[in-house]
């Protein structure tokens, strides 16, 4: 029996290096084909050459932040779900959400919750995706 993400791409997009390797790992060990980017134009390269089932994207980051990544994600890949990480939350969850994202998660994130919300946003999508 495969893995529960078995053949899901997820593409993790942080400048903090600690972060996306402790993110990778996990993934990684849900099953998950996990890519890494650095910022959100290097994230824009990688999905300039494949397609992705999630991004998992740093609000706050050098070159292009995880808004303008959603919003490049949206126009390349329409419907590849998108989450939102950060140690904000004066507004941002509301803007994400509005803005695309099927979800988004405060940091520090519980190992529990942040699989949940992967396994929720991969779902919206492909529920959306199967009824159109």
């Known amino acids: 029996m495969y893995p529960e993400g078995y053949g899901v791409r ?3 997009v942080d400048d903090d290096a600690n972060i996306r390797l402790l993110l990778s790992e996990l993934l990684t060990y849900e099953g998950y084909n ?5 910022d959100g ?5 990688e999905l300039e050459q494949r397609h992705f089932d999630l991004v998992i994207s740093d609000y706050r980051m050098p070159r292009c932040d995880g808004m303008q990544l959603l919003a490049r994600c949206r126009s390349l890949w329409p419907k590849t779900a998108v989450m939102i990480l950060s140690g904000e939350d004066s507004g941002w969850p509301e803007l994400a959400i509005g803005g695309g994202a ?3 998660v405060r940091k ?4 529990a919750n942040l699989i949940n919300e992967v396994r929720r946003a ?9 009824s159109q």
């Open 108 to 111: 520090p994130w519980e190992r």
């Open 10 to 12: 997820i593409l993790v």
């Open 34 to 38: 996990v890519f890494e980017a650095g």
């Open 102 to 104: 099927q979800a988004w």
């Open 122 to 130: 991969i779902e919206q999508v492909s529920v959306r995706t199967a």
């Open 41 to 45: 134009l290097d994230a824009v390269h």
